[in-house]
């Protein structure tokens, strides 16, 4: 059965029950609670739960302010606003002032298509993790999601989490065995490439090395939960054993994850590199799926991408 739990709702359960034992998280929200999915939580801990309204600056600089008391914040809200609205107060309030804010960017990506460009955030991985000490993980299904959100509330960082709208398929079976923290994770195993992907694009980069073993292709994936800080050794690896790289990322083609990942590649082992993601232009609107399939971000459209990729490499 495919699954029907969002990895928004995932976050919420995780941090009600979490919540629930530890009187120290709070959640701070900008008239999110809907997309958010925060019902329960705000019902059943009402005092751990704060309402500023479409305010999503004073909601970074109200959270910073209660963590400076010690209190465990989570700022909730699409990310759309929070990486650009309240840029200035995630810079001043929680990097620079040295306060542990947990920034849960939500319906992050082409999640809100159809919304049009105002609510695509395809640049908050290149900025926010041009931040000094600021963590940034996106995580590809329910249980990688359950992973992170526990893991967030046991360490006092700052941190910067996205995550899709609508349910994506599991690529683990349990919460335990998704997520160490700065450590990719190898979905699939291969020795004639490597695709490195992050968040929910995870499902679609094992629908193209599917189809890529289907011709006998064999391609290893790369599930880089956390973008920073970046397991350089996994990256280095695939490098040198699979001698061709493909990033896939819902995210612009600059900055992200292919831009770290040509970091790593270009300074100690260069290879031939592809970096799939939004092209350089203001992006089409649509469904989340109708504008991954427009940029050629859907298994078979990168599948044919990591071909091209591999008659380079060969030619």
Same mark, same amino acid.
Not at 20 to 33: E, G, L, Y
Not at 168 to 196: C, H, L, Q, W
Not at 246 to 253: P, V
């Given at each position: 059965?495919?699954?029907?739990?969002?990895?928004?709702?995932?976050?919420?359960?995780?941090?009600?029950v979490?919540?629930?034992k530890?009187?120290?998280?709070?959640?701070?929200?900008?008239?999110?609670?809907?997309?958010?999915?925060?019902?329960?939580?705000?019902?059943?801990?009402?005092?751990?739960?704060?309402?500023?309204?479409?305010?999503?600056?004073?909601?970074?600089?109200?959270?910073?302010?209660?963590? +400076?008391f $010690?209190k465990? !914040?989570?700022?909730?809200?699409? @990310?759309?606003? /929070?990486?650009?609205?309240?840029?200035? *107060? =995630?810079?001043?309030?929680?990097?620079?002032?040295?306060?542990?804010?947990?920034?849960?960017?939500?319906?992050?990506?082409?999640?809100?298509?159809?919304?049009?460009?105002?609510?695509?955030?395809?640049?908050?991985?290149?900025?926010?993790?041009?931040?000094?000490?600021?963590?940034?993980?996106?995580?590809?299904?329910?249980?990688?999601?359950?992973?992170?959100t526990?893991?967030?509330?046991?360490?006092?960082?700052?941190?910067?989490?996205?995550?899709?709208?609508?349910?994506?398929?599991?690529?683990?079976?349990?919460?335990?065995?998704?997520?160490?923290f700065?450590?990719?994770?190898?979905?699939?195993?291969?020795?004639?490439?490597?695709?490195? +992907?992050? $968040?929910?694009? !995870?499902?679609?980069?094992?629908? @193209?090395?599917? /189809?890529?073993?289907?011709?006998?292709? *064999? =391609?290893?994936?790369?599930?880089?939960?956390?973008?920073?800080?970046?397991?350089?050794e996994?990256?280095?690896?695939?490098?040198?054993?699979?001698?061709v790289?493909?990033?896939?990322?819902e995210?612009?083609?600059?900055?992200?994850?292919?831009?770290a990942?040509?970091?790593?590649?270009?300074?100690?082992?260069?290879?031939?590199l592809?970096?799939?993601?939004?092209?350089?232009?203001?992006?089409?609107?649509?469904?989340?799926?109708?504008?991954?399939?427009?940029?050629?971000?859907?298994?078979?459209?990168?599948?044919?991408?990591?071909?091209?990729?591999?008659?380079?490499?060969?030619?």
């Amino acid at each position: 059965m495919s699954n029907t739990i969002p990895n928004r709702k995932a976050f919420t359960r995780t941090l009600t029950v979490l919540a629930q034992k530890d009187p120290s998280i709070f959640v701070v929200t900008s008239d999110a609670r809907g997309s958010v999915t925060l019902d329960e939580f705000a019902q059943l801990l009402p005092n751990q739960f704060v309402e500023v309204g479409i305010a999503e600056q004073n909601e970074v600089g109200i959270a910073a302010g209660m963590a +400076t008391f $010690g209190k465990k !914040v989570f700022v909730c809200a699409p @990310a759309c606003f /929070l990486s650009t609205r309240s840029l200035e *107060q =995630v810079k001043v309030d929680v990097i620079y002032s040295g306060n542990p804010v947990r920034v849960i960017g939500i319906s992050g990506g082409v999640s809100y298509g159809a919304l049009g460009f105002s609510h695509q955030s395809l640049h908050d991985f290149a900025v926010m993790r041009t931040f000094p000490n600021m963590v940034v993980i996106a995580p590809s299904d329910r249980f990688q999601t359950e992973a992170v959100t526990r893991w967030l509330a046991e360490h006092d960082v700052p941190a910067y989490v996205r995550m899709g709208r609508s349910a994506v398929p599991d690529i683990y079976t349990t919460a335990d065995e998704s997520f160490r923290f700065g450590k990719a994770n190898m979905v699939r195993p291969g020795s004639d490439g490597t695709i490195i +992907t992050t $968040g929910e694009m !995870v499902a679609h980069a094992v629908d @193209a090395a599917m /189809l890529l073993a289907g011709q006998g292709i *064999q =391609v290893r994936v790369l599930d880089m939960h956390t973008i920073k800080p970046i397991d350089r050794e996994a990256i280095l690896l695939a490098a040198k054993e699979t001698g061709v790289i493909l990033t896939l990322e819902e995210h612009s083609i600059f900055g992200g994850l292919g831009a770290a990942v040509a970091e790593i590649t270009g300074q100690d082992y260069p290879v031939p590199l592809d970096i799939v993601g939004i092209a350089d232009e203001i992006p089409v609107e649509g469904s989340a799926y109708d504008v991954l399939h427009h940029y050629g971000m859907t298994g078979p459209s990168v599948a044919q991408r990591m071909m091209k990729l591999l008659r380079k490499r060969h030619s």
